[in-house]
């Protein structure tokens, strides 16, 4: 609005005149007097300076609450939109790799599903199907997410007919019912290479990682433009403060009084609306610091800590479950060389890697407290791995079981990998829960920190252009 | 328990495992003991055959099991094989009784002081070894001539641990197992051919147990009934055909129906999962698999063609070599001829028909010349 009025009378006052005024001195300025049909050259310049200083100040206050925009898009963008979507694509990670861990560990049991266990398996689907619907409807115009969530969707209803059809068969003791299991969490761990005119199917969880990354780099942006420096108000407040300064100078050598007021009320509205902007932006910037370091930071550490747990556990449970045929996922767990000389990294030691990450990473003490816990939990989980591993390989295949299904018949039945694995997600839960409050809270106080900050720039630079009008207007009345 | 700690020394993942074994409940005193029973095996069997395998892991390891057809080292210009092959046969023919002496520091002369038998087998194969409801108590044709081996050493029932092992992997499959003493013999769907008896892993079979063939295996008809399809009727017809990775099948298929019809699986029962998704529309590999397949899915049955090469399999025993006499396969030759001619409850024929779930056709002949492989 401000702009529009402002332009026009900027471009149109001093065009004519300009030349003229640049020769300006105490003799042409007399003469200027005594010729009626062209004002006092004083008066002019005046009058001209009068008009600049208020479009200035506008234009001011123009630059200013388009700067506070955009650093306030961006923070309403990490608190609303792109920090709710990241932690989407991360809450749907968690739903498809938790439910893929438990329908292997069903597949254990013998005869029909446990209860909880079939209960946690629905959740997570469900959960799974919520999260890709409110995703689809928050990804608005980006196409890139919008494709990834399609072929999510479109592989979930095959991944969970594999399941069933692993279940059915489990159920009356068919093998095949393995090959199902298996095929089904290949389709959701690594994808399904190409083979003659059959073309490749990448991984729903690769999927889901390409969606968390995407959503990764978007809330990163958001937290560039909301920390974006405001060069545009910058500027023209130092502009604005210099010509303030110079012409308040000139006109105190000019006539013999100190000040002007309205020129100094004028200046002190600028600065006032300089250092509000600047404390703003500081209380600002340091929200978003806290927003990224002490929350979406660490939760994307201990996010990718969760999934690599749940990895991990799908490993245990399939190698239990193939009985020499799902050898591959033990190795994916321990790490090593394949049959082909292809290095395989350890899934347990990169979980052990992310959990010391985040140890690193934690700001506060409970964040520490839970941490320390979840790697505590994750060595006990390892050692009781490596045992079962052992029971198994010496045909103690029940006990093995046993242990990875918390079902012991001997001493100490506290100590399972299934006791040590449910902690390990019970902890990991309250850590990310802990950090996602720490960042709701920080984006919250981030956006919040420039309230009021564009109706005030406005109103200041109203104020400052009514100032000029009003300070100068006194000073052109002497020459009426 | 120290000599369970000597075991573990080969099998580094195993610190842990004398923990609990203080607290353990008493049905597992039996496997416990089993167990340490096997490390002093081990031991034995760690001075001179696993020293030159290095620090390879039994049974944690990574092989990929293809099933029936395994992807092992074999002989790269195997040279042609007959009955010679595998014809050893104990001396004078009659078998030494439970107390009759055996010729000592022989391999039969370690299960006897061992107590039990150690059979290695697979757990997936329906009809064959399977454990239906993870209870580790297999069953299946390949369970029970590994139970009528044990009997034959024993006199009686109940001298038999099972162990699962995987067939291709070099370092930790049947043939380390073999080879490092953990298991005496792998009962595993194993086709003799000459490839696997003259490679580097000079694996030692019986005589066949069992005769098999490669068929084909499509839904039923509209008709209700068996496809007459063979290989080659499928040329030209877009219809996919499954076969086990790598697998000699996989070479069949493409000479027989072309390049384009192969779509290769990690498992033979792969196969069936991705017939019944319309993924593929045939399998093709060993006859004993298919039946397997068969029993469960009745909508799906062997075509009518003939089949392709006969695939006989025999029971895998100790490496032989110069220095190292395996008395286990002419013993095993001579128990398997028993019960082969055994009418009663616990002859072949019986234990076919009831595994199998269909009376055999003939007896498994040994044939003149093996699959060079």
């Known amino acids: ?480 | 328990m120290t000599v369970t700690n000597t075991n573990t020394a080969t099998n580094t993942k195993t610190h842990t495992a004398t923990k609990t074994t203080n607290t353990k409940a008493r049905t597992h005193i039996r496997t416990w003991s089993a167990t340490t029973l096997i490390a002093a095996v081990a031991l034995t069997a760690a001075c001179s055959a696993a020293q030159d395998k290095g620090a390879a892991q039994p049974l944690t390891g990574q092989g990929i099991n293809n099933n029936g057809l395994p992807t092992a080292p074999t002989a790269k210009s195997p040279t042609p094989c007959g009955r010679e092959a595998t014809e050893a046969t104990w001396p004078g023919g009659t078998l030494p009784g439970p107390k009759d002496p055996v010729p000592a520091g022989g391999t039969l002369d370690k299960i006897r002081k061992r107590t039990f038998l150690i059979a290695g087998i697979d757990l997936n194969t329906y009809l064959f070894s399977y454990d239906p409801h993870h209870t580790n108590e297999p069953q299946g044709f390949d369970v029970d001539i590994a139970k009528a081996m044990a009997r034959a050493i024993f006199g009686e029932d109940g001298h038999i641990q099972f162990r699962m092992v995987t067939l291709a992997d070099p370092t930790t499959g049947e043939y380390a197992q073999l080879h490092n003493g953990n298991i005496d013999m792998a009962v595993h769907t194993t086709t003799i051919t000459c490839a696997r008896m003259q490679g580097d892993q000079h694996m030692s079979f019986s005589n066949p147990y069992y005769i098999t063939e490669q068929k084909l295996l499509m839904p039923l008809g509209d008709d209700g009934k068996p496809q007459k399809f063979g290989l080659a009727d499928l040329k030209g017809t877009g219809k996919k055909v499954c076969a086990t990775l790598n697998s000699t099948a996989v070479d069949t298929i493409k000479k027989q129906a072309g390049e384009d019809a192969v779509y290769q699986a990690p498992y033979a029962l792969d196969c069936l999962a991705l017939l019944q998704q319309g993924k593929v529309d045939a399998v093709f590999t060993d006859d004993a698999l298919l039946r397997g397949m068969e029993a469960q899915d009745p909508h799906v049955a062997r075509t009518t063609a003939p089949p392709v090469q006969i695939q006989p399999y025999g029971i895998v025993t100790n490496y032989v070599s110069p220095d190292k006499p395996n008395d286990l396969t002419p013993f095993v030759n001579t128990a398997l001829a028993n019960l082969i001619a055994d009418n009663g409850p616990d002859g072949w024929k019986n234990l076919y028909a009831h595994d199998l779930q269909t009376p055999p056709n003939g007896l498994p002949q040994i044939p003149d010349q093996y699959p060079l492989g």
């Open chain 1, 1 to 480: 609005m401000t702009l529009a009025t402002g332009n026009p009378s900027t471009s149109a006052a001093p065009a004519p005149t300009g030349p003229v005024g640049a020769a300006g001195s105490g003799a042409v300025a007399q003469q200027g007097r005594a010729t009626p049909p062209r004002a006092p050259r004083t008066d002019r310049r005046l009058s001209r300076t009068r008009a600049v200083l208020a479009v200035g100040a506008l234009l001011f206050g123009a630059a200013g609450i388009t700067s506070t925009q955009i650093r306030a898009d961006g923070a309403d963008d990490v608190r609303a939109h792109s920090g709710v979507l990241l932690k989407q694509a991360e809450e749907l990670y968690h739903s498809l790799s938790d439910a893929d861990a438990t329908a292997a560990t069903i597949y254990l049991h013998v005869g029909e599903a446990p209860k909880a266990l079939a209960a946690q398996y629905d959740t997570d689907l469900k959960d799974a199907q919520d999260l890709l619907l409110a995703a689809t409807n928050g990804a608005g115009d980006d196409t890139n997410a919008k494709d990834l969530l399609t072929q999510i969707a479109q592989q979930l209803p095959t991944y969970v007919k594999l399941n069933a059809t692993a279940a059915a068969n489990n159920l009356v003791g068919y093998p095949v019912g393995i090959r199902y299991l298996t095929q089904a969490s290949t389709l959701m761990q690594t994808g399904v290479p190409a083979q003659g005119s059959t073309p490749a199917q990448p991984g729903i969880l690769q999927l889901v990682q390409k969606l968390t990354d995407a959503e990764a780099a978007n809330l990163a942006a958001a937290e560039d433009t909301a920390t974006q420096v405001p060069w545009l108000m910058a500027g023209a407040g130092a502009l604005m403060l210099a010509a303030l300064i110079v012409i308040q100078v000139r006109e105190s050598r000019r006539t013999n009084r100190l000040f002007s007021l309205g020129l100094l009320g004028a200046t002190a509205a600028l600065v006032v609306s300089l250092l509000w902007a600047v404390a703003a932006a500081a209380l600002q910037d340091s929200h978003i610091h806290n927003a990224k370091k002490r929350g979406s930071a660490q939760v994307s550490v201990l996010a990718s800590a969760r999934i690599l747990s749940l990895q991990a556990r799908t490993d245990e449970m399939l190698t239990l479950v193939g009985r020499g045929t799902a050898d591959d996922r033990e190795l994916d767990y321990t790490g090593g060389t394949d049959s082909s000389g292809a290095r395989v990294p350890s899934t347990e030691g990169r979980l052990k890697d992310a959990l010391n990450t985040a140890s690193g990473l934690a700001t506060d003490s409970r964040g520490r407290d839970l941490i320390a816990k979840a790697l505590a939990n994750e060595n006990a989980w390892h050692t009781q791995h490596t045992q079962l591993r052992t029971f198994d390989a010496q045909n103690a295949y029940q006990k093995a079981v046993d242990s990875a299904l918390g079902e012991h018949d001997f001493a100490a039945p506290k100590e399972s990998a299934n006791a040590d694995f449910n902690a390990l997600q019970t902890n990991l839960k309250d850590a990310i829960d802990h950090a996602e409050d720490t960042f709701t809270t920080e984006a919250k106080a981030a956006a919040d920190a420039l309230t009021g900050l564009q109706i005030g720039l406005g109103v200041l630079a109203v104020a400052m252009a009514a100032a000029v009008v009003v300070g100068l207007g006194r000073r052109l009345a002497e020459y009426h």
